[in-house]
C-alpha cells in the first residue's frame, strides 16, 4: 500500500525559507498513473491545496502561493519536497503531503508535519 | 478560481441517523469532485472521488452523488466514529480547492 511521510524542521523563523520533504514508499514517483502534492491547514482552519508535481516534472501551484512556493522531485531518493520562501506568521500551519491519482484526485495521506513560523 | 461552498457548515445528529451535506460549485465541475474525512489531531482520508466512486475500503454506508455544480455526501446509520468534519474538492481545473468544511457532531 502506498505510503506517505513528511520530515523537516517544525519552526521557522520570519522571512526564511520553509522546506519539507515527503517520502514515497510502495509506489514510485516516477509512476505515470499520479501526482505528488502538498496541502496545508493552518490551526482550526480548513484545507488549502498548495500545488502537485508529476513524474515529467510540470508543477501546478496555486495562484495564492505561486510567487513562494516549488515543489520538486527527487526521482533517486523517491521523494518529492516543498520549498516556500519568505515566510510570515499566516504560513503556521499543519502541511500534508498526498498522491494524487489521475482522475480520481487525493488518494493516500501522509500523517502532517505541524510547521511554526515564529522567531 | 472554482469556489466550493458546502452545507451546513456544522450539523448535530444522533447515532443512527442518516445526514446528507451539499456542496457546490461556483461553475461546471462536470464530476471531478471528491469528498474527504477528518478526525480532530489527524490527517483527511479519502472518501469518495467522481463524485460517486468509493476509495478502496471505504463502507457503502458512504454515498456521494451529483454532476456539473451541485453534489451531495450521505452517511448512513451514523456511528460514534462518523462524527469528524468532512470536506468536499474539485479536481476539475487548477487551483483545485476545497470547501470550507463541515462538522458533524453527537446530538
Known sequence: QLQLQESGPGLVNPSETLSLTCTVSGASISSTTHYWGWVRQPPGEGLEWIGIIYYTGDTYYNPSLESRVTISLDMSKNQFSLRLTSVTAADTAMYYCASVRLGEGFDYWGQGILVTVSS | ?107
Open chain 2, 1 to 107: 478560481d472554482i469556489q466550493m461552498t458546502q452545507s451546513p457548515s456544522s450539523l448535530s445528529a444522533s447515532v443512527g441517523d442518516r445526514v446528507t451535506i451539499t456542496c457546490r460549485a461556483s461553475q461546471g465541475i462536470s464530476n471531478y469532485l471528491a469528498w474527504f474525512q477528518q478526525k480532530p489531531g489527524k490527517a483527511p482520508k479519502s472518501l469518495i472521488y467522481a463524485a460517486s466512486s468509493l476509495q478502496s475500503g471505504v463502507p457503502s454506508k458512504f454515498s456521494g452523488s451529483g454532476s456539473g455544480t451541485d453534489f451531495t455526501l450521505t452517511i448512513n446509520n451514523l456511528q460514534p466514529e462518523d462524527f469528524a468534519s468532512y470536506y468536499c474538492q474539485q479536481y476539475n481545473s487548477y487551483p483545485y480547492t476545497f470547501g470550507q468544511g463541515t462538522k458533524l457532531e453527537i446530538k
